[in-house]
């Protein structure tokens, strides 16, 4: 596994691993590799954050583990269950809250949680019990008995959270959650997610290109690029590895050959990379003054100078020399 | 709103999986697409409308210009008999249609993550589309009586009737469902109703017995699965004399013939169910 370290794996050594992805690989027809071998494992009770732009592969991962999309080559387990040899199984121990709203407009709020309830198995008094419980805690007991066709976006989203838990998962696929929604509903879904961190026994797995969502919820977050794991830690590990601050700068004339200067001058390390004009340097502790002192000895024409935080931005350019859709 | 509440629930101990058994499952997807129907009215009105003017309007109105068939055969039940060959294919492509829109709206995705096998999705619908359609056509039979239309009506002609009408829905409905998988769009699917509900209406013996048609037609007639079961729905409530299985088989038992026409019908309502599970499974899954 590319990134991972002794962090990367189980975060328990005991519990049974929630999701297991051997070599997972997906070619659609006419050849294109939309998932191109790739390794990881979930602990039980992980919080776990696909982070990648679109077309990445991340949703295609999903639909692997969901049993939506029939894998190539590979193999993955959900809970110990192949999802290619025991789909229903598998199916069984997880629920997925769609990145489209996937309700039934015309039922009533209620209804479409019962309908979940009904399909996976559970019996009708806890049912009706757990939809109560559930439905308070999402604030839409006023509005539960009509139509979901009358919900706003983040009502019908909150629905759908509600609706993945009533079955008590023991996987939660989270695809692209927030997505189209605006800031103050994404970040009250964000803090409902963040929430059901605590529940036991519940292994989230969350696709997203949000930063943000990232590196708030996400124990482990594995970053794909060109349905390749590139990254695969904690959020923390992955920014640690170019450290506390960095200096960003536009270069006049060919970046490539002014990083290359750099380098050969001893002021970027080979983290420090170069996207179009602008090249990032991580500063490991270095102050900036004195790399810019160091930079303006050289024959290089540099502007816009800042130094910030790094962020996932910055992991997933050093790893790919791509930058993410929908950086905050 | 109060995430801290989810957490605080009691958390369920490492149960098995979750799984509906499986009557249970097909009795939930048949509930959801009832209801669903229940709040579409169009959906069980549209069909109905042109087979009720054949019953009501058309079939009298035959009678009177041209006499009616010339034998003991009622010539307003007999068309009244026949539009139920219409009602049938209209009902189930309209119940076609909601596969398309459960899959654009996106309800289908929920589905398919549920632990039921996906062949469940069809046959869920089935359930739905077969008591709407047998509703339907006793209301077009009643529209035929009240206007005058002859009927013999026995126990055993019930059964023959029910049966060639529940045979022929599972068979229509496969055939919807089968197209409803391939297209991508509504318009293509209803651009193709035509085809599939309305073009066979008018070789299959619905207005006129098939010895009526030139040779060749009305071999291509006895092959289709809706000249048999409209001669078993006559068979069943106005001719027990079999005329219309008789011009399909030329047997001298018409209950042998009667079998055999069931029979076919059967066949094609198998064949259908199994193509239309076999397309859809593979069509949902990438």
């Given at each position: 596994m590319i990134g991972t370290t002794t962090n990367g794996t189980a975060a328990s050594a005991t519990a049974p691993a929630a999701v297991e992805v051997e070599d997972l690989r997906k070619t659609y027809p006419g050849g294109i590799e939309a998932v191109k071998g790739i390794d990881f494992t979930v602990a039980s009770g992980e919080v776990f954050g696909l982070l990648g732009p679109n077309g990445a592969g991340k949703s295609t991962t999903v639909g692997?583990?969901?049993?939506?999309?029939?894998?190539?080559?590979?193999?993955?387990?959900?809970?110990g269950f192949d999802v290619a040899r025991q789909p229903l199984l598998a199916r069984g121990v997880s629920s997925v809250v769609f990145q489209d709203t996937v309700v039934d407009g015309s039922l009533s709020g209620r209804e479409n949680l019962d309908l979940h309830a009904r399909l996976w198995g559970v019996p009708a008094a806890p049912a009706k019990q757990r939809i109560g419980e559930l439905v308070d805690a999402i604030g839409l007991s006023e509005l539960i008995d009509r139509p979901v066709s009358s919900f706003s976006g983040g009502q019908r989203r909150r629905l759908e959270i509600a609706r993945a838990l009533v079955?008590?998962?023991?996987?939660?696929?989270?695809?692209?959650?927030?997505?189209?929604?605006?800031?103050?509903?994404?970040?009250?879904?964000?803090?409902?997610?963040?929430?059901?961190?605590?529940?036991?026994?519940?292994?989230?797995?969350?696709?997203?290109?949000?930063?943000?969502?990232?590196?708030?919820?996400?124990?482990?977050?594995?970053?794909?690029?060109?349905?390749?794991?590139?990254?695969?830690?904690?959020?923390?590990?992955?920014?640690?590895?170019?450290?506390?601050?960095?200096?960003?700068?536009?270069?006049?004339?060919?970046?490539?050959?002014?990083?290359?200067?750099?380098?050969?001058?001893?002021i970027a390390g080979e983290d420090a990379f170069a996207v179009g004009a602008r090249v990032t340097v991580p500063l490991h502790g270095r102050a900036a003054s004195e790399a810019l002192a160091a930079i303006d000895a050289e024959p290089i024409r540099i502007s816009e100078i800042a130094t910030r935080v790094p962020t996932l931005d910055d992991v997933y350019l050093n790893r790919t020399g791509a930058q993410l859709a929908g950086v905050n | 709103m109060s995430s801290t509440t989810i957490a605080e629930s009691a958390p369920a101990a490492l149960a098995p999986p979750r799984r509906a058994r499986r009557g249970s499952a097909l009795l939930t997807l048949a509930r959801r697409r009832a209801m669903l129907t229940s709040r579409t009215p169009r959906q069980i009105a549209v069909p109905l409308l042109g087979p009720a003017m054949l019953a009501l309007i058309l079939a009298p109105a035959l009678k009177k210009a041209t006499g009616g068939l010339h034998s003991q055969i009622d010539?307003?039940?007999?068309?009244?008999?026949?539009?139920?060959?219409?009602?049938?294919?209209?009902?189930?492509?309209?119940?076609?249609?909601?596969?398309?829109?459960?899959?654009?709206?996106?309800?289908?995705?929920?589905?398919?993550?549920?632990?039921?096998?996906?062949?469940?999705?069809?046959?869920?619908?089935?359930?739905?589309?077969?008591?709407?359609?047998?509703?339907?056509?006793?209301?077009?039979?009643?529209?035929?009586?009240?206007?005058?239309?002859?009927?013999?009506?026995?126990?055993?002609?019930?059964?023959?009737?029910?049966?060639?009408?529940?045979?022929f829905t599972v068979f229509m409905y496969g055939l919807a469902?089968?197209?409803?998988?391939?297209?991508?769009?509504?318009?293509?699917?209803?651009?193709?109703?035509?085809?599939?509900?309305?073009?066979?209406?008018?070789?299959?013996?619905?207005?006129?017995?098939?010895?009526?048609?030139?040779?060749?037609?009305?071999?291509?007639?006895?092959?289709?699965?809706?000249?048999?079961?409209?001669?078993?729905l006559r068979y069943g409530f106005i001719d027990p004399s079999g005329r219309g299985l008789h011009d399909i088989w030329g047997m001298s038992n018409v209950t042998t013939e009667a079998w055999l026409s069931l029979g076919v019908v059967a066949v094609f309502a198998a064949a259908l169910t199994a193509i239309a599970i076999r397309v859809f499974s593979h069509s949902v899954v990438h």
């Open positions: 692997m583990l969901t049993t939506t999309v029939t894998p190539t080559g590979g193999r993955a387990r959900l809970a079955s008590r998962p023991r996987v939660l696929f989270l695809d692209e959650p927030t997505v189209g929604l605006d800031p103050r509903i994404r970040h009250e879904l964000l803090d409902v997610i963040a929430g059901l961190r605590s529940r036991e026994e519940m292994t989230i797995v969350m696709t997203t290109h949000y930063l943000d969502e990232a590196e708030r919820l996400c124990d482990r977050v594995a970053i794909i690029h060109l349905g390749e794991i590139v990254a695969l830690d904690s959020p923390r590990a992955l920014l640690a590895g170019l450290g506390s601050e960095i200096l960003e700068f536009r270069v006049s004339g060919d970046a490539p050959s002014a990083l290359v200067a750099l380098r050969a001058a001893d | 010539y307003t039940s007999y068309v009244g008999t026949g539009a139920v060959g219409l009602v049938i294919p209209l009902s189930c492509v309209f119940a076609g249609l909601s596969v398309l829109v459960d899959r654009h709206s996106g309800a289908q995705r929920e589905l398919l993550a549920a632990p039921i096998p996906r062949g469940f999705l069809v046959l869920g619908n089935l359930i739905v589309a077969l008591v709407l359609a047998a509703l339907q056509a006793l209301v077009v039979v009643g529209l035929s009586a009240l206007r005058g239309g002859v009927f013999h009506i026995t126990a055993a002609g019930v059964a023959w009737f029910l049966g060639a009408a529940l045979l469902e089968t197209v409803a998988s391939r297209v991508t769009k509504e318009e293509d699917y209803v651009g193709a109703t035509p085809v599939l509900a309305i073009l066979p209406f008018f070789f299959a013996g619905a207005l006129f017995p098939i010895a009526a048609m030139p040779g060749v037609l009305a071999d291509i007639a006895k092959v289709m699965p809706l000249t048999h079961a409209l001669a078993l």
